[in-house]
């Protein structure tokens, strides 16, 4: 399995973006896709999951960033509105079963795409 994130750049606060994850392989075991991020200097962490049942994102990021796939086209997107600076940070997409996608510890990452909002 092979994911290939896109759709990075520089954006004003307050721009949209709208990032990409090619997916490629066997994924048909696994029921989880999720963005992360990793700010300078912090920790990797989940911003926004997708499974069967729906949705879910952390607090910082409900109502602006929009998560979903095309499934015909096993693509991963996130969709991100109202971008503040604290929304800097290196985006990278994961998938796999949930119980490994929620704590991060499943193997298949995208190679991370950066995200920067200037002030």
């Known amino acids: 399995v092979q994911l290939q994130a896109s759709g990075g750049g520089l954006v004003q606060s307050g721009g949209s973006l709208t990032l990409s994850c090619a997916i490629s392989?066997?994924?048909?075991?696994?029921?989880?896709m999720g963005w992360y991020r990793q700010a300078p200097g912090k920790q990797r962490i989940l911003v926004a999951i997708?499974?069967?049942?729906?949705?879910r994102y952390i607090d910082d990021v409900k109502g602006r960033f929009t998560i979903s796939s095309d499934n015909t086209k096993n693509i991963l997107y996130l969709q991100m509105n109202n971008l503040k600076p604290e929304d800097t940070a290196v985006y990278y997409c994961?998938?796999?079963?949930?119980?490994?996608?929620?704590?991060?510890?499943?193997?298949?990452w995208g190679q991370g795409t950066l995200v920067t909002v200037s002030s």
């Open positions: 994961n998938i796999g079963p949930l119980n490994r996608v929620v704590p991060g510890i499943s193997h298949y």
């Open positions: 997708i499974t069967n049942s729906g949705t």
């Open positions: 392989g066997d994924t048909s075991s696994f029921n989880a």
